[in-house]
């Protein structure tokens, strides 16, 4: 994946409803050929609105769009040659699956004989093939948005937006759709734009996201690192499940901080915010990364706790803990052999390497 030659370019784009609020603010990112990029983040926090304006359904209120090299700004839709899915399928009520895949191809003045060439090749890739002569309404959910898919790829575009395609199915057909688009991805080599606010959905198929919140990218990275490192307290939030504990840097030991906590604990951390020894910081760290009860000199960081709640789920335990003053700390330990020597109201510790936790933000609410 190569970002020379970028196939999709934002400069300096904001958008703005009423000529005051910048829904999106200095938007400056570049999207590879053959890319899937997912732009995630809560409700209104901007990534509809900037897939809408790539689209060209939004006008951008400053900076330039860039397609191949080309500003778009003024390119109107139906000529940026971009296919689209969007979560209500959008497909046409009264024509049968083959008539909608047909459509987009019709508008473009293929042939009869090779629009029916297409419609069947696209058909099979989307595992549809005997489906072609229903009606959408003949269709389950998932049936729907494959023919959804289907038809924003029949015209082989080089560019597909995707604006929560997904959100209308169930948690087991949702989780199905997602390889399927991915499979569909790595098979034709286009390039996604993908919106969401699952971020599960966004870790599974994504080769980068962007993290939205407020207009700006908090982090664009892949999914492993804004999972693994992530830049600020909002990414670690909204990301994964995250403990977080509250304190002062004591500190400073190269990329290494010290830490006392609020409780008064001493831990360390990887300094991640900027900031001198006094600097009030939020530590982010994930339930998995952490030991219950370790042997002692195993981990460097070790604090007392009490464990409040054990829920199990199958492959994992979670421990809901008291732990430096917050009694929502979260620990998952692995049931792989059958764990039994834990009890609500026991007092034990906590561990981790300080390289699993970081020394984020401060969080003041």
């Given at each position: 994946?190569?970002?020379?030659?970028?196939?999709?370019?934002?400069?300096?784009?904001?958008?703005?409803?009423?000529?005051?609020?910048?829904?999106?603010?200095?938007?400056?990112?570049?999207?590879?050929?053959?890319?899937?990029?997912?732009?995630?983040?809560?409700?209104?926090?901007?990534?509809?609105?900037?897939?809408?304006?790539?689209?060209?359904?939004?006008?951008?209120?400053?900076?330039?769009?860039?397609?191949?090299?080309?500003p778009?700004?003024?390119?109107?839709?139906?000529?940026?040659?971009?296919?689209?899915?969007f979560?209500?399928?959008?497909?046409?009520?009264?024509?049968?699956v083959?008539?909608?895949?047909?459509?987009?191809?019709?508008?473009?003045?293929?042939?009869?004989?090779?629009?029916?060439?297409?419609?069947?090749?696209?058909?099979?890739?989307?595992?549809?093939?005997?489906?072609?002569?229903?009606?959408?309404?003949?269709?389950?959910?998932?049936?729907?948005?494959?023919?959804?898919?289907?038809?924003a790829?029949?015209?082989?575009?080089?560019?597909?937006?995707?604006?929560?395609?997904?959100?209308?199915?169930?948690?087991?057909?949702?989780?199905?759709?997602?390889?399927?688009?991915?499979?569909?991805?790595?098979?034709?080599?286009?390039?996604?734009?993908?919106?969401t606010?699952?971020?599960?959905?966004?870790l599974?198929?994504?080769?980068?996201?962007?993290?939205?919140?407020?207009?700006?990218?908090?982090?664009?990275?892949?999914?492993?690192?804004?999972?693994?490192?992530?830049?600020?307290?909002?990414?670690?939030?909204?990301?994964?499940?995250?403990?977080?504990?509250?304190?002062?840097?004591?500190g400073?030991?190269?990329?290494?901080?010290?830490?006392?906590?609020?409780?008064?604990?001493?831990?360390?951390?990887?300094?991640?915010?900027d900031?001198?020894?006094?600097?009030?910081?939020?530590?982010?760290?994930?339930?998995?990364?952490?030991?219950?009860?370790p042997?002692?000199?195993?981990?460097?960081?070790?604090?007392?706790?009490?464990?409040?709640?054990?829920?199990?789920?199958?492959?994992?335990?979670?421990?809901?803990?008291?732990?430096?003053?917050?009694?929502?700390?979260?620990?998952?330990?692995?049931?792989?052999?059958?764990?039994?020597?834990?009890e609500?109201?026991?007092?034990?510790?906590?561990?981790?390497?300080?390289?699993?936790?970081?020394?984020?933000?401060?969080i003041?609410?």
């Amino acid at each position: 994946m190569s970002l020379d030659n970028p196939m999709v370019r934002f400069d300096n784009v904001q958008k703005s409803y009423d000529g005051k609020t910048l829904v999106v603010k200095n938007l400056d990112v570049d999207i590879a050929q053959g890319e899937f990029l997912t732009m995630l983040g809560p409700s209104g926090s901007g990534k509809t609105t900037s897939l809408m304006m790539l689209a060209g359904f939004e006008p951008a209120t400053h900076g330039e769009i860039y397609l191949n090299g080309k500003p778009i700004n003024n390119v109107p839709p139906n000529k940026r040659g971009i296919g689209m899915v969007f979560q209500n399928y959008a497909l046409f009520p009264h024509m049968t699956v083959a008539e909608n895949l047909a459509f987009p191809l019709k508008v473009r003045n293929v042939s009869p004989s090779e629009i029916d060439k297409k419609v069947q090749r696209i058909l099979e890739l989307v595992e549809l093939p005997e489906f072609g002569q229903r009606r959408p309404a003949q269709l389950s959910g998932g049936q729907q948005q494959r023919v959804a898919v289907a038809r924003a790829l029949v015209f082989e575009p080089e560019l597909v937006l995707m604006d929560e395609p997904l959100g209308a199915l169930d948690k087991q057909l949702r989780e199905q759709m997602q390889y399927e688009i991915k499979h569909i991805h790595e098979n034709l080599g286009v390039t996604v734009v993908y919106v969401t606010h699952d971020q599960s959905e966004a870790l599974t198929m994504s080769d980068r996201i962007a993290v939205f919140e407020d207009g700006v990218i908090q982090q664009l990275s892949s999914p492993n690192d804004l999972y693994e490192k992530p830049d600020n307290s909002f990414v670690a939030q909204f990301i994964g499940e995250n403990n977080r504990l509250s304190g002062s840097i004591t500190g400073i030991d190269g990329k290494v901080c010290h830490v006392t906590l609020d409780s008064g604990d001493q831990v360390t951390a990887e300094k991640v915010v900027d900031g001198d020894v006094g600097t009030r910081t939020t530590l982010s760290i994930r339930p998995e990364r952490i030991e219950l009860d370790p042997e002692p000199g195993t981990v460097p960081v070790n604090i007392p706790g009490k464990i409040e709640e054990l829920i199990y789920l199958g492959d994992h335990i979670r421990v809901r803990m008291s732990v430096a003053g917050t009694s929502e700390f979260i620990v998952k330990v692995r049931n792989s052999s059958g764990r039994r020597d834990l009890e609500v109201g026991q007092s034990t510790t906590v561990g981790w390497d300080p390289e699993d936790c970081r020394a984020l933000d401060e969080i003041t609410t």
